[in-house]
């Protein structure tokens, strides 16, 4: 399975590839695999160095914030790593 933090784009060069920031890191990524123009200010998913499509940004947002929260009950011990789902059945059935 992969999982893709949606990336909000910062920059974008005159050779197609942007600056994201993915939850505070920086990285570059091509742009060539995206179906429609990306903006600066616009949330990708990328796969291995590629944007794959643009995501809403609400829903971009909402998965940032699961993302956050798993992160945090991973390091403070509320769920483990090998809990299967990670709760995640139950966040997003609410």
């Known amino acids: 399975m992969c999982l893709s933090i949606p990336s909000k784009v910062v920059a974008i060069d ?3 590839c942007a ?3 993915t939850l505070g890191v920086i990285r570059q990524v ?3 695999l995206v179906g429609e123009p990306v903006a ?3 949330f990708v998913l990328i796969h291995v160095g ?3 499509g ?3 940004e609400k829903e971009a947002l909402e998965s ?3 993302f956050e929260q798993i992160a945090a009950q991973m390091e403070d011990g509320t769920i483990d790593e090998n809990e299967g789902d990670l ?3 139950a966040r997003l059935s609410n």
């Open 87 to 89: 709760g995640l059945a």
């Open 64 to 66: 940032i914030a699961i």
């Open 14 to 16: 005159e050779n197609n």
């Open 19 to 21: 600056s994201v920031e």
């Open 50 to 52: 590629y944007a794959m």
């Open 54 to 56: 643009k995501i809403d």
């Open 40 to 42: 600066i200010g616009d």
């Open 30 to 32: 091509s742009l060539d």
